[in-house]
């Protein structure tokens, strides 16, 4: 008698059985993401957008670094943004705020989104118009890294606040990422946090990550990351002109 649901089956058998199934589910969901996240890809490339996907654990200041980035750039680039949160529309209403396109997202129970409400959401937006959308993901340094949006490219932010180590934790999502912004650096002489133990353990875990200290309060570092978002501009007129040649 299995002593987990009381079937006649015996406990060892069951467990293989079981354990079976939820890698048959998870391998199911993750493909079925999949499919979706080419078809939000082929739509952003279509619309020549630069997609990023903003990851990172509550409270690293991804929304901060978000309303600076708009009300600095929003004169240069057309943006559009999804929020996504469990619950409330708060940073969406901070969004809105800068005057750029915002849709929220509540995931209710749910950790992270996928493919499924990114491709939904966007429907909100003209992005024959945009030329960045900023996708904020839910404060989760878990499971986003696993899902697929149809991004250009993963944006991890961590906080000086949240320790050096955060990426030997989380490798999945650091591995994921291309870029790692180190947010609140003016908090430094507040803190013990080794900044460059962390950006050692951050290449450890992938050697090809860009790394950015910056701060989205005083300012400093966000020239560097404004560049790099201009750059993927530019790089994706080119891919552009590129394709309409061929």
């Not at 943004?81 to 509540?106: C, M, S």
């Amino acid at each position: 008698m299995c002593t987990e649901c009381g079937c006649s089956s015996t406990g060892h058998s069951h467990n293989h059985e079981h354990e079976s199934r939820t890698i048959r589910v998870e391998e199911d969901l993750l493909a079925k993401n999949n499919r979706l996240a080419a078809g939000n890809r082929q739509l952003f490339a279509s619309n020549h957008l630069l997609v990023l996907n903003l990851v990172s654990s509550p409270g690293s200041g991804k929304t901060s670094i978000l309303e600076r980035t708009l009300a600095d750039l929003k004169g240069q680039f057309n943006f559009s943004v999804l929020e996504g949160d469990q619950q409330t529309a708060n940073d969406a209403d901070r969004i809105a705020a800068t005057g750029v396109p915002v849709k929220q997202i509540n995931t209710g129970t749910g950790c992270h989104l996928d493919a499924h409400m990114v491709g939904h959401g966007v429907e909100n937006f003209d992005l024959v118009k945009t030329d960045i959308l900023m996708i904020e993901n839910v404060g989760n340094l878990v499971c986003p890294a696993a899902f697929d949006l149809g991004e250009d490219h993963k944006v991890a932010v961590l906080s000086v606040t949240e320790g050096e180590d955060k990426p030997l934790k989380y490798p999945q999502m650091f591995q994921a990422s291309d870029l790692m912004l180190i947010n609140k650096i003016d908090l430094l002489p507040y803190l013990n946090f080794d900044l460059e133990q962390c950006k050692t353990f951050a290449r450890q875990i992938n050697p090809r990550i860009e790394i950015m200290e910056l701060s989205c309060q005083d300012g400093v570092g966000m020239q560097q990351w404004f560049d790099w978002l201009t750059a993927g501009v530019a790089r994706k007129n080119r891919e552009t002109r590129n394709a309409q040649r061929v």
